[in-house]
Nanobody
Framework: QVQLVESGGGLVQAGDSLRLACAAS????????MGWFRQAPGKEREFVAS????????GYADSVKGRFTISRDNAKNTVNLLMNSLKPEDTAVYYC????????????WGPGTQVTVSP
């Protein structure tokens, strides 16, 4: 089992930057694709960004491409999401997730961290 916990959320103004961190513990010896998702009030959970086990391939939702950067430090078992030029529509609970390599779904999820962007 893998345990994930997010940190770094908070209240910021539009245009500000924020860095989210996800710490992984437990059975982390295996390889996982790591991802960030978010869920805004009244909306479904949506994909934000992902990164492969070695960090060689990243993917982003169109809504955040060019503004957000995902990275990982395998030695520290952490994955980060640097969010720049934040917009009010970025307001959501952000979740860290892990998908076993070659798997089709994310099976491990953190409890989430709130990001609120005021106008």
């Amino acid at each position: 089992q893998v345990q994930l916990v997010e940190s770094g959320g908070g209240l910021v103004q539009a245009g500000d930057s924020l860095r989210l961190a996800c710490a992984a513990s437990g059975r982390t010896g295996s390889s996982y694709v790591m991802g960030w998702f978010r869920q805004a009030p009244g909306k479904e959970r949506e994909f934000v960004a992902s990164i492969t086990r070695s960090g060689g391939i990243t993917g982003y939702a169109d809504s955040v491409k060019g503004r957000f950067t995902i990275s990982r430090d395998n030695a520290k078992n952490t994955v980060n999401l640097l969010m720049n030029s934040l917009k009010p529509e970025d307001t959501a609970v952000y979740y860290c997730a892990a998908k076993p390599i070659l798997g089709s779904t994310y099976v491990y999820w953190g409890p989430g961290t709130q990001v609120t962007v005021s106008p």
